[in-house]
């Protein structure tokens, strides 16, 4: 199903992720699923997606690239 705002997410994105990379995910899992149909594609296209901007630091928190 997709997410119709960050507010919606699975609570472990909602905890973890900055607000920024909150959007990224919810824009490409929904497009993701429009597309192929599937949730789990979803799941792996949306955090592909995150992972393009974010990472996570030596203290287990996501934060922006350089």
């Known amino acids: 199903m997709p997410y119709k705002s ?9 905890d973890n992720l900055p607000g ?3 959007e990224i995910f919810k824009e490409a899992f929904n497009s ?6 599937k949730e789990e594609t979803a799941f792996k ?7 393009k901007k974010y990472e996570k630091n030596d ?3 996501w934060v922006k690239k350089e």
């Open 20 to 22: 920024h990379a909150k």
């Open 45 to 51: 296209v949306a955090w592909s997606a995150v992972k």
């Open 6 to 14: 960050t507010s919606d997410l699975p609570d472990t994105m909602k």
């Open 32 to 37: 993701a699923l429009e597309e192929y149909n």
């Open 59 to 61: 203290d287990g928190d």
